[in-house]
């Protein structure tokens, strides 16, 4: 199939080209600055230089598109953003996104998936979440899930059809994870609040391939959740983590502190708890992940990038002796 991809050279982005184009498809990626052409080509996308809010440079590309991906993120890795501000790119969030499906009318696209994280569910403790589940948006999501009724509305009044995706805390060798490991290998790392809080993973490898799943099997008007098995608390990922690169656990801070160092987003990002179930995916796109649980998906990613220490008794062997 014909693909037409935006945020293609993120993070999220770039791994969804790479497993589209593996998989055959024909993939256009859409990115904001020639600078970021590169990524898109390496995963096998062709690059489309354009701006979401000017459709006159990437419509009739979108048009001549079966399927279109949406994986813009208004925020980039490691920025402060306050909740105004959140707010306010929630807003811009909405009009691009809702732009795709105004250029979508009258064409070949047979759906248009909108990306969103978990994080858009809120805050729910100890208790599971399903894709029918009100959407409350918190931390980084606010300047994404916010959007969704606006985005929902300009699906049915252009008679596009729409499928909204939720992932999970993904993680690989970059984005906020790698964050993670350099502050735990330096240090500066704090597990925010008491660190009980849940949080639903899941590898690159497998978020690849379920999102890809996702757009060839196509369940319109659905939501799905993209998440491992085993959600767990930030405490035992910051442990799980550390014990990998042979470090010590790193030490909490308060969200308060918290904010004023990374900034408000961030800290409620972190705090926030969302033990999120996987059985719907499990059941219509993603039967087997290769990683079910960041207990093993970690420290092999690690072992991987050269950075997992292992203990005396495999060292020794390692060694001969």
């Excluded at 050279?9 to 970021?36: C, F, P, Q």
């Excluded at 925020?75 to 707010?87: D, L, M, N, T, Y």
């Excluded at 990998?244 to 987003?265: E, F, K, M, T, V």
């Excluded at 950075?307 to 008794?313: F, I, N, Q, T």
Aim: with cysteine; glycine share 10%.
């Amino acid at each position: 199939m014909k693909m037409f991809v935006t945020g293609a050279s993120g993070y999220l982005g770039s791994a969804v080209v790479r497993e589209l184009a593996r998989r055959g498809h024909d993939v256009t990626g859409m990115v904001h600055r020639k600078a970021s052409a590169d990524i898109v080509e390496e995963a096998g996308g062709t690059v489309l230089l354009g701006d979401l809010l000017t459709p006159d440079t990437w419509s009739k590309e979108l048009k001549a598109s079966e399927v279109v991906v949406s994986l813009s993120n208004p925020i980039k890795q490691g920025e402060r953003v306050s909740f105004p501000e959140a707010r306010r790119r929630s807003y811009y969030h909405g009009q691009m996104v809702g732009n795709l499906f105004l250029a979508a009318q009258d064409s070949k696209v047979r759906a248009v998936l909108s990306t969103y994280g978990v994080l858009g569910f809120g805050n729910h403790g100890d208790n599971w979440v399903t894709e029918p589940d009100e959407l409350q948006p918190v931390g980084f999501d606010r300047s994404i899930t916010g959007a969704f009724w606006h985005i929902d509305k300009t699906s049915r009044k252009t008679r596009v059809p729409l499928i909204n995706v939720f992932t999970g805390w993904v993680y690989g060798p970059g984005g906020w994870f790698m964050d993670m490991v350099n502050g735990i290998q330096n240090g500066s790392a704090r597990v925010v609040g008491d660190g009980g809080n849940y949080m639903s993973l899941m590898r690159i490898d497998d978020f690849a391939a379920a999102y890809c799943n996702v757009v060839e099997k196509m369940p319109l008007g659905e939501r799905i959740c993209l998440a491992d098995d085993e959600p767990v608390t930030q405490m035992e990922l910051a442990g799980i983590v550390a014990e990998s690169l042979g470090c010590g656990r790193p030490d909490s801070i308060n969200q308060d502190n918290h904010s004023r160092l990374a900034g408000d987003l961030a800290a409620e990002s972190m705090c926030c708890s969302v033990r999120v179930s996987n059985a719907k995916m499990k059941k219509t796109v993603m039967p087997e992940l290769k990683y079910p649980t960041c207990r093993t998906g970690v420290p092999e990613l690690l072992t991987d990038m050269g950075l997992y220490k292992a203990g005396p008794k495999k060292m020794a062997e390692a060694a001969g002796f």
